[in-house]
């Protein structure tokens, strides 16, 4: 299938539309083959999987004859078994002349006596294995999930028949595309090239006869047999790295910024150092962590992997900014501690009653909100920091693919946005009954894949900024060819 490319998207407000959405807009309908047709269908589903093709066409082309002449020519399980008593019975004789009983009996475990009592006794068969009965279900349902199987066009071709032959549908006789579709499909088998033309045929024509058909009874179908038989959820395994050599670069970090430590005692005094390092320390710090608890294959070290990116543009922002704004590095201080100040007065405002056991600790703020200078001179700026979004900062240091690709995948997990949750706590149950739905990781066993080379990278990327100001080791540069 062709996807459409982002160029090919039309933004309308803040949403960027497929050609789909964006033409069809409120008036698309969707609609599931499998959620919300297939159960209707199931007892052609059953037929095909239980004999070969050419004689299951020739059975359910006799079945169609029968009921054409009884003027009883429904394919709808619905609407059969909504029949009056006497009408569901001529319905199933006809069925019974062509069919043993046993292929339409594993629907009873569906059909309950309670709500289809004439199907139920007439189906129902105890004699016969229940484990096999749902086995067989299971199969008719797995090869037929996809719409666009071999196996589900083969009963739309049925379908359609069942509409012609009850004249809720004409076709031209004349000799188009669609008639000889209509006509030869059945003759040919899957592998033949003539089919690649009629399958999306019989497809599109079925998909037209569909578009009004209530689902409601499909999702009972659904419901029904998901009580019946168990989910079987299913867990990528990644292969986990052997931590260990991992570390290495960790502990050459940590030492390379004891060096920078006991080599620039000069800058201690400067605004410059302490937090162009302070930013390096704390995305080292995040950096151990994650390998000190083990982290890399976690939620977790998505969520610390983003702000070790943040963290990296910011330095590599202000000693961009730098040349032009010279203080740069004492406002982006004063933005942080306004921060901290926001917070600070409201809790020491009484705005809202303290928690003794809450990790934030009101006095400690005060201190550090005090610390460079007293607060009365701390301004509160509720805006981007230098009044740039993130979205520019990226661009401004020609870090635009970090930004693309890397933050904005690791913002879903930042904010909890369904694709993270999806990824990291759901699991698919591998059930085709279920239709593959998601089910939740109630054992916290799906693990994510290994974040420890994209830290390096970053890693990287921050020493080689920060050697434009401060020398690194030389044992470091050589080993990871820190040249900038
Ligand atoms: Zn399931």
Redesign the pocket.
């Known amino acids: 299938m062709n996807r459409s490319k982002l160029s090919q998207h039309t933004k309308i407000g803040d949403t960027l539309h497929t050609p789909f959405t964006g033409y069809l807009g409120n008036r698309m309908k969707e609609t599931s083959w499998s959620r919300d047709k297939l159960p209707q269908f199931i007892w052609i589903a059953l037929i095909f999987s239980t004999f070969d093709r050419n004689y299951a066409f020739k059975v359910l082309s006799d079945i169609i004859k029968e009921l054409k002449k009884q003027q009883i020519c429904i394919a709808e399980l619905s609407e059969v078994l909504s029949l009056k008593e006497q009408e569901q019975e001529k319905w199933f004789d006809i069925i019974d002349m062509f069919i043993p009983k046993e292929v339409l009996s594993p629907l009873s475990i569906v059909f309950s006596s309670r709500e289809y009592p004439y199907f139920f006794n007439r189906y129902c068969m105890p004699e016969l294995d229940l484990e096999l009965k749902i086995t067989k279900l299971m199969q008719a349902i797995e090869k037929n999930l996809s719409f666009h199987s071999h196996e589900s066009t083969d009963i739309c071709f049925i379908v359609i028949w069942f509409y012609i032959s009850a004249k809720k549908m004409l076709f031209s006789r004349e000799c188009t595309m669609s008639t000889r579709a209509l006509t030869e499909y059945y003759k040919h088998s899957h592998d033949e090239e003539v089919m690649s033309d009629y399958r999306p045929i019989i497809r599109a024509t079925m998909q037209g006869l569909s578009v009004f058909m209530d689902g409601s009874f499909s999702h009972k179908f659904w419901d029904q047999l998901?009580q019946i038989t168990s989910?079987?959820p299913m867990i990528i395994d990644y292969i986990h790295e052997d931590i260990t050599m991992n570390k290495e670069f960790l502990t050459d970090s940590m030492k390379t910024l004891e060096f920078i430590g006991a080599n620039v005692k000069d800058k201690y005094q400067s605004a410059k150092y302490t937090i162009s390092m302070g930013i390096v320390t704390y995305i080292i710090k995040l950096y151990a962590e994650i390998l000190d608890h083990e982290l890399q294959n976690t939620i977790s070290s998505r969520i610390l992997f983003r702000t070790i990116v943040e963290a990296y543009i910011n330095l590599k922002y202000l000693l961009y900014k730098e040349p032009s704004t010279p203080d740069v590095f004492e406002k982006f201080q004063s933005y942080g501690l306004g921060k901290y100040k926001l917070v600070m007065a409201k809790l020491r405002e009484g705005k809202y009653q303290k928690d003794p056991d809450a990790h934030i600790n009101s006095k400690l703020l005060e201190v550090y909100v005090n610390e460079v200078k007293d607060e009365e001179f701390t301004p509160i700026n509720l805006g981007y920091f230098d009044k740039d979004n993130i979205r520019k900062k990226f661009e401004l240091v020609g870090e635009m693919e970090l930004y693309e690709i890397y933050y904005d995948y690791d913002t879903n997990y930042v904010h909890a946005f369904w694709g993270a949750i999806r990824e990291s706590a759901m699991l698919l149950?591998d059930?085709p009954s279920?239709l593959y739905?998601n089910?939740p990781d109630y054992t916290m066993e799906q693990m994510l894949s290994d974040i420890d080379h994209d830290c390096i990278m970053v890693l990287k990327k921050v020493f080689s900024t920060i050697s434009s100001y401060i020398e690194l080791p030389d044992f470091f540069v050589n080993k990871y060819d820190m040249r900038c």
């Open positions: 998901a989910c079987k149950c059930n279920h739905h089910v």
